[in-house]
């Protein structure tokens, strides 16, 4: 994983001029404007001719930048004060009561000038892709369940359904009705279809806010994402994936500051705007994965400086494991940005992998809120730990993902000889297939593949791998994931491997070293969530 800059062609020199600085992770772009003389000492070239390329080269697959990218001078704030990103998720939206305890929590923080990014109410993402795929297999066009959830809402408030709302459900009928009729829902219909959610959410949230706000109050505005111009590449079939097939673009953040700078100075209105969708430079509407509102979160979060990105859900924080398999489990107080890149990336659910990285790189802080118990101070994440951040335990956390694929690849070819391991992975490039964890010996290579991102036709994979060696499929595994820092991993491993010992688990695979802050245990997917509770109860409840 690397950090891509682009700036002026130069002679392999550091260039003056401004270079553009964001991910090249599979999912998203995160970008800033920087001059190159701030980019970090390790910067590698890369050559290019109409531009110049730097890599700057993580240490680790989620470590800490040394000196974290930020926005160009000219456009970081001088004056006002900084503003929070609030983000509601779903959950915390389903209702007419949600969203007044959203809107209350809103209103307590409106000394620290609040955006309000939110998701779909409750389940309307789900209803809105099984109205698709009715119009499209059945000819049937029903939208009374999306309707329900919204006019619920305003028959509880007494007030009529605002007009905007009304159109916004007659263009959904017309465009299922479409779909109806044609028998087709390409991925960019689809992300169309989708949008709906987040478009009516903004506009239900608020009619309500604004009813029920005092007299003389600041009012809330909705915002389409795509109008304060989020912008990302070209690409539909994210709605329905956590693979986002788009990427946001640079430019975004010059966009969003320009934006939103304003309310720094004057605040003047309380934006509602929609999380998940944004547009392309073609004006089609894009998604960013499901759950992807996190990231419109801490993308606005980066692009104006935040206070804080606070993401509102209905769990008490990021927790030691996930509680529906180990009831037990209790609310961690505070990660770094790599840690909970790590946990989200292996298996927890509480924070939307490509969120991590804007926030990270910008040097603000995110929190993880539970929307029904407020009070409550949930999971901060932070750029380092300080001597205020104690932490009770050698490990932070744990995830884990069940179902996954091991691949086990053996060939002498690999033996003393260069080449082997790019032919392998030119092999998973052509087929698109992302790897999570790997290992390596003289002779074999096994990775680990987690299809719920993304299909891959394994049996195409196999045959063309087998030209060159032997393959074993191994599916139906899980990886068991520790959150611990590199100083505890040997005391960590020797405990996690007595575990296995007296659970009779045979492990297949083991990553360390990688990331400064992850021990990953490949497993038999029946073991897992007896070794989940049995190393939650080692590591927390002693």
């Not at 961690?332 to 298996?347: H, I, K, R, Y």
């Not at 939307?352 to 999971?379: C, D, F, K, M, Y």
């Not at 205020?388 to 053996?410: E, H, L």
Request: hydrophobic share 40%.
């Amino acid at each position: 994983r690397a950090v891509l800059a682009r700036g002026p062609p130069t002679d392999g020199s550091r260039s003056d001029g401004p270079v553009q600085v964001y991910n090249v992770m599979p999912e998203e772009w995160v970008g800033t404007d920087r001059p190159a003389e701030a980019l970090p000492a390790n910067v590698q070239s890369g050559g290019g001719t109409s531009t110049h390329e730097y890599f700057y080269m993580l240490p680790s697959p989620a470590a800490t930048p040394p000196e974290s990218p930020k926005l160009d001078p000219t456009l970081e704030p001088k004056d006002g004060e900084a503003c929070l990103v609030m983000k509601f998720g779903g959950s915390s939206l389903a209702t007419s009561e949600h969203l007044r305890r959203a809107a209350d929590i809103v209103n307590s923080m409106m000394s620290r000038r609040p955006l309000v990014v939110l998701s779909a109410m409750g389940k309307t993402t789900n209803e809105l892709l099984a109205a698709a795929n009715r119009a499209l297999l059945e000819g049937e066009v029903d939208i009374s369940k999306v309707r329900k959830v919204t006019e619920d809402v305003f028959q509880d408030l007494k007030i009529p359904l605002p007009s905007d709302i009304t159109e916004l459900l007659e263009e959904l009928f017309r465009v299922l009705s479409g779909i109806s009729l044609l028998k087709e829902l390409s991925f960019n219909t689809r992300d169309r279809v989708v949008s709906f959610g987040e478009r009516l959410a903004i506009r239900t949230f608020t009619a309500l806010f604004n009813h029920l706000a005092k007299e003389g109050s600041v009012q809330a505005k909705s915002i389409d994402s795509w109008e304060a111009g989020m912008l990302t590449s070209s690409g539909g079939g994210s709605a329905d994936s956590a693979f986002s097939q788009c990427a946001v673009l640079p430019k975004t953040y010059s966009n969003l500051y320009a934006y939103f700078a304003p309310l720094r100075r004057n605040y003047t209105y309380v934006p509602i705007i929609t999380g998940y969708i944004a547009k392309d430079a073609a004006g089609i509407i894009t998604t960013l994965g499901r759950d992807g509102s996190d990231l419109t979160a801490t993308v606005v979060g980066a692009a104006i400086q935040a206070s804080e990105v606070q993401i509102w859900k209905d769990v008490m924080g990021v927790m030691t494991t996930d509680p529906r398999v180990v009831p037990a489990a209790r609310p961690v107080c505070v990660l770094t940005f790599e840690e909970a890149a790590e946990l989200s990336t292996f298996g927890a659910k509480v924070v939307h992998p490509a969120a991590i990285l804007p926030a990270w790189l910008a040097r603000v802080p995110i929190s993880v809120r539970n929307s029904t118990a407020p009070e409550q101070p949930g999971t901060r994440i932070v750029s380092e730990l300080d001597s205020k951040d104690f932490r009770d335990g050698r490990v932070a956390a744990m995830s884990s993902k069940p179902d996954i694929t091991m691949i086990v690849i053996r060939s002498t070819r690999m033996l003393g000889q260069h080449g082997f391991l790019a032919h392998v992975f030119q092999v998973f490039n052509r087929f698109e297939v992302s790897i999570d964890v790997i290992a390596t010996s003289e002779v074999t290579v096994s990775l680990t593949l987690d299809r719920g991102y993304k299909a891959v036709d394994l049996d195409a994979l196999r045959k063309e791998l087998e030209q060159v060696a032997q393959v074993e499929l191994r599916e139906k595994m899980a990886m068991l994931t520790l959150i611990v820092d590199r100083r505890e991993a040997t005391a960590v491993f020797r405990e996690a491997f007595q575990a296995f010992e007296a659970l009779k688990v045979e492990v297949q695979m083991v990553s360390h070293g990688a990331s400064n802050v992850n021990v990953t245990f490949v497993i038999p997917d029946d073991k897992l969530l007896l070794c989940s509770r049995d190393f939650h109860q080692r590591f927390f409840e002693r």
